[in-house]
């Protein structure tokens, strides 16, 4: 019998729908990163999260899947092997080592919204000052040499933290981790926005923010809801425990910010929603709603400590990256190991009778801090030498918009 019998169309139809959902994600993240910096950089940064879209897209294509997903090289469970370059063998009928009841091009779709919109949220970190032609070389050194192995480590056939039992349903490890500490390290090595006595780096427009962070949050459910692969019960608890973290999450931000500065901000409920939304992604396919309540109260009360200390420590990364991303993924993939439940996903965690788990989860949370944090300096001193990463200080105080793209966002 020919395997693209074994096709489900149900299963097909969903993971094509949260494909498109997640698409969807990158270009609202466009608008949540754009209205949170200055008027002058508003299309820069824009720009960033649209054209990674398009680069990456043709990257995975090319290499990226083949990398990620392709056959095990010496079975070390580093990297993939070429068998799907160009995809290569990626078709109509599925690669049943992951989803044997979809086509193999529309796991492939699916895998590749994950790729694009995790370089564009390190871009968060260096707004406002990075050149572009450095931001294109480094996203693309970045997706091939840090991006597609972790993600061959995590989700591959034979990857090494799969094969150690490292839980991650949607992408704690491989996207938020991987992309929120790469930001830390990125803020780092380009240094701090040149600040004048004046300036004030305040969102220009929270209401670009916050449309921006509703697309993400519709979105979401098809991030964590589509990792099921398959139209059941698992993507229905996805979609449930997704936003019910985010709920919980925003709420504690609110609360906690308006003790500490005594008013609700409308910018803290969505960072809020965002962090929650990170922190229940790799926990997604392995926990109940009552834990997602938890890992939403954690994260939105850990994350806004992540800011505090950040703005203590005199990081500039510019939209909090590493706070919100880096801290939240963290601290959902160790509750992963420990609220997961066999009753959900098939896996237990401490609570289920399974302390070991957590363990694992540290590992993985460790082996991703290291390796995004040294591949990213690597990579960064390497686009530094070859066409410099920052802009000069004039193109600086004139805004990215105007000295790097020659347009305007509004008029004056």
């Not at 074994?6 to 609202?28: E, F, K, Y």
């Not at 960033?48 to 392709?70: E, K, R």
């Not at 050194?141 to 591959?156: C, D, E, K, M, N």
């Not at 922190?279 to 954690?298: N, R």
């Amino acid at each position: 019998m020919p395997a693209n019998n074994a096709i489900n169309p149900g299963d097909t139809a969903w993971i094509l729908t949260s494909t498109a959902l997640v698409m969807l994600m990158t270009p609202g993240l466009a608008l949540f990163y754009g209205g949170l910096v200055r008027r002058k950089n508003v299309l820069s940064t824009i720009m960033h999260s649209i054209f990674i879209l398009a680069l990456v897209s043709v990257t995975w294509v090319l290499f990226g899947f083949t990398l990620a997903f392709g056959k095990d090289v010496n079975g070390w469970g580093i990297i993939g092997g070429l068998d799907f370059i160009g995809l290569r063998g990626v078709g109509k009928d599925p690669l049943t080592q992951y989803a044997p009841t979809i086509p193999g091009s529309a796991f492939m779709a699916f895998q590749m919204m994950f790729a694009v919109i995790t370089p564009a949220l390190i871009t968060g970190a260096f707004a406002e000052r990075q050149k572009f032609k450095a931001f294109v070389l480094f996203s693309l050194l970045w997706t091939l040499l840090v991006y597609s192995p972790i993600a061959h480590w995590v989700w591959g056939e034979g990857g090494w933290l799969r094969n150690l039992g490292a839980l991650d349903f949607a992408g704690g490890t491989v996207v938020h981790i991987s992309s929120g500490v790469a930001a830390l390290v990125a803020a780092l090595v380009l240094g701090p926005r040149v600040r004048r006595e004046s300036d004030r780096f305040e969102p220009h427009d929270v209401r670009l923010t916050v449309i921006g962070a509703a697309l993400l949050w519709f979105g979401w459910f098809g991030f964590n809801g589509g990792s099921a692969l398959a139209a059941n019960g698992l993507a229905a608890n996805a979609f449930v425990v997704t936003n019910t973290a985010a709920g919980m999450a925003a709420l504690t931000w609110v609360t906690v910010s308006w003790l500490h500065k005594g008013t609700p901000s409308v910018t803290g409920a969505v960072a809020g929603a965002v962090a929650g939304l990170v922190a229940i992604t790799p926990a997604s396919g392995f926990v109940d709603a009552s834990a997602a309540i938890v890992i939403g109260f954690s994260a939105g009360a850990v994350c806004y400590g992540a800011i505090l200390l950040r703005e203590w420590l005199k990081v500039d990364d510019a939209l909090d990256v590493w706070a919100v991303h880096g801290v939240g993924g963290t601290l959902g993939a160790l509750l992963t190991g420990v609220f997961a439940t066999a009753a959900i996903g098939g896996f237990s965690g401490l609570i289920d009778g399974n302390a070991g788990q957590v363990g694992k989860q540290f590992v993985a949370v460790a082996a991703t801090w290291i390796y995004s944090g040294i591949a990213t300096f690597a990579i960064l001193k390497v686009v530094d030498l070859f066409v410099g990463l920052r802009v000069e200080e004039a193109e600086e105080e004139e805004g990215l918009d105007a000295s790097q793209h020659g347009e305007v966002a509004w008029q004056s």
